[in-house]
């Protein structure tokens, strides 16, 4: 079979490596890929974004399976074009990926159906918004409705914090046209668990639950990121949890959206606090989480391929999914200076004996070597038998990976390893 991967990032590159695990796939293509990716993939300078590009690509190239990993093209309707076009794909079609591309949408939908979220209101004018914010308990959390990398959420402790947001996402346009409406929410606390799933509109199938790292620095400090590092399993995320939130959350959501002409087909990614008051929805995204894609993946014992023809097919009630009973760990190491102004273009060097467990994010290939060309660089993983094992290996790995300006956390996992009682690293 000859396979499609739309996007360029660690995500597609475990998406990818998964996929060659499946003895009937001869090619797979990788559109745009990136410089680490092309050692699984052929790897062709198209746009994740070029609807009209990928379609004319996949034609020619008689793809029997595609793959839209991205936020972006899913929402601009990237699975629509190419089904219109007669090819099979894995990811929610134009209307099911407003889940994730409008909060307000989302918002909206949980509400109708009593899915447990935070309190909210949205805004689409900017005085009333100000105005709002001058009661609004603190913390506050202001998100912009449309895409912005993983970045249009803001925290804000105070009133100045939070009018600031709310100024450089409607008036400054900090985030293009996906500022021009806004949420302001309430601020929940608890544990956050990241559960993505397999679902074909009718059975949902939720994958091994992560916990992700968005802070910048160690201790939770710093900027908010795409994400430092994951652990997986979740140790927050109980069986007793587990059951409730299929029963509360995720069986809701799937008949929520089939009800609205919506139904949503691929990964749908469920980002949860686990409150006092019980577990809510914190986001949806329509797609699979980077980087927790990066440690779900690896403990997935099932045939990638076979679940996402089985997705697309509307079949997945029929095969069993199954998940490894060990650990994994990922530590992102990235460019100094990242999320803000960054340098790039060293080079990479990674040892024979940890590229196996390397996922290229951000770096392109210059003259027969591998030099850095993004904030999250790479992703290295490793899996245990126990939590301990996986997070102390991913750090063994890390450490002999070497590039000019290379920074990662020393803390990935700590958190989860006090929940279980262990000893921190």
Same mark, same amino acid.
């Given at each position: 079979?000859?396979?499609?991967?739309?996007?360029?990032?660690?995500?597609?590159?475990?998406?990818?490596?998964?996929?060659?695990?499946?003895?009937?796939?001869?090619?797979?293509?990788?559109?745009?890929?990136?410089?680490?990716?092309?050692?699984?993939?052929?790897?062709?300078?198209?746009?994740?974004?070029?609807?009209?590009?990928?379609?004319?690509?996949?034609?020619?190239?008689?793809?029997?399976?595609?793959?839209?990993?991205?936020?972006?093209?899913?929402?601009?309707?990237?699975?629509?074009?190419?089904?219109?076009?007669?090819?099979?794909?894995?990811?929610?079609?134009?209307?099911?990926?407003?889940?994730?591309?409008?909060?307000?949408?989302?918002?909206?939908?949980?509400?109708?159906?009593?899915?447990?979220?935070?309190?909210?209101?949205?805004?689409?004018?900017?005085?009333?918004?100000?105005?709002?914010?001058?009661?609004?308990?603190?913390?506050?959390?202001?998100?912009?409705?449309?895409?912005?990398?993983?970045?249009?959420?803001?925290?804000?402790?105070?009133?100045?914090?939070?009018?600031?947001?709310?100024?450089?996402?409607?008036?400054? %346009?900090?985030?293009?046209? @996906?500022?021009?409406?806004? !949420?302001? +929410? /309430?601020? =929940?606390?608890?544990? #956050? $668990?990241?559960?993505?799933?397999?679902?074909?509109?009718?059975?949902?199938?939720?994958?091994?639950?992560?916990?992700?790292?968005?802070?910048?620095?160690?201790?939770?400090?710093?900027?908010?990121?795409?994400?430092?590092?994951?652990?997986?399993?979740?140790?927050?995320?109980?069986?007793?949890?587990?059951?409730?939130?299929?029963?509360?959350?995720?069986?809701?959501?799937?008949?929520?959206?089939?009800?609205?002409?919506?139904?949503?087909?691929?990964?749908?990614?469920?980002?949860?606090?686990?409150?006092?008051?019980?577990?809510?929805?914190?986001?949806?995204?329509?797609?699979?989480?980077?980087?927790?894609?990066?440690?779900?993946?690896?403990?997935? %014992?099932?045939?990638?391929? @076979?679940?996402?023809?089985? !997705?697309? +097919? /509307?079949? =997945?009630?029929?095969? #069993? $999914?199954?998940?490894?009973?060990?650990?994994?760990?990922?530590?992102?190491?990235?460019?100094?200076?990242?999320?803000?102004?960054?340098?790039?273009?060293?080079?990479?060097?990674?040892?024979?004996?940890?590229?196996?467990?390397?996922?290229?994010?951000?770096?392109?290939?210059?003259?027969?070597?591998?030099?850095?060309?993004?904030?999250?660089?790479?992703?290295?993983?490793?899996?245990?038998?126990?939590?301990?094992?996986?997070?102390?290996?991913?750090?063994?790995?890390?450490?002999?990976?070497?590039?000019?300006?290379?920074?990662?956390?020393?803390?990935?996992?700590?958190?989860?390893?006090?929940?279980?009682?262990?000893?921190?690293?």
């Amino acid at each position: 079979m000859k396979l499609l991967v739309v996007g360029g990032g660690g995500r597609e590159h475990a998406i990818i490596k998964k996929l060659k695990e499946n003895p009937s796939v001869t090619q797979i293509f990788a559109l745009p890929g990136n410089g680490g990716i092309k050692a699984d993939a052929i790897c062709v300078n198209i746009g994740a974004k070029d609807i009209n590009g990928i379609v004319d690509f996949a034609k020619e190239n008689k793809i029997d399976y595609a793959v839209v990993a991205p936020d972006d093209p899913l929402v601009l309707g990237a699975v629509d074009a190419l089904e219109e076009a007669g090819i099979p794909c894995f990811g929610p079609n134009k209307k099911a990926a407003i889940i994730e591309g409008s909060k307000v949408f989302s918002k909206e939908i949980m509400k109708k159906y009593g899915i447990p979220t935070a309190g909210y209101e949205t805004f689409s004018d900017i005085n009333a918004a100000l105005d709002y914010l001058e009661t609004a308990p603190l913390p506050t959390v202001i998100k912009a409705d449309g895409l912005a990398l993983g970045k249009g959420v803001i925290i804000a402790k105070t009133r100045d914090e939070a009018r600031q947001a709310v100024i450089s996402m409607m008036k400054d %346009k900090k985030f293009g046209d @996906s500022g021009s409406r806004i !949420v302001i +929410e /309430e601020f =929940l606390e608890g544990p #956050e $668990v990241s559960v993505l799933s397999f679902t074909d509109g009718k059975t949902i199938v939720p994958m091994i639950s992560s916990m992700d790292h968005k802070r910048a620095l160690d201790g939770d400090t710093g900027l908010n990121t795409g994400g430092m590092g994951t652990i997986a399993p979740n140790p927050y995320y109980t069986k007793e949890t587990a059951n409730r939130c299929m029963q509360e959350i995720f069986l809701p959501t799937i008949k929520a959206m089939k009800s609205e002409n919506r139904t949503f087909k691929g990964c749908l990614f469920f980002g949860l606090m686990l409150t006092e008051d019980g577990p809510k929805v914190i986001e949806y995204n329509c797609r699979f989480g980077d980087p927790e894609t990066q440690v779900v993946l690896p403990l997935l %014992k099932t045939d990638l391929l @076979s679940v996402m023809q089985a !997705v697309t +097919e /509307e079949r =997945l009630a029929d095969i #069993e $999914v199954e998940f490894s009973r060990s650990f994994a760990a990922c530590v992102i190491m990235a460019s100094e200076g990242y999320p803000s102004a960054y340098q790039k273009g060293y080079e990479i060097e990674i040892p024979k004996v940890t590229a196996p467990y390397v996922y290229i994010a951000g770096a392109k290939e210059q003259g027969g070597k591998l030099i850095t060309d993004g904030g999250r660089v790479l992703g290295v993983v490793a899996i245990g038998d126990t939590l301990k094992e996986a997070i102390y290996l991913a750090y063994q790995r890390a450490d002999l990976i070497k590039f000019r300006n290379a920074f990662y956390r020393r803390d990935i996992g700590s958190r989860a390893l006090a929940a279980n009682r262990q000893e921190d690293i």
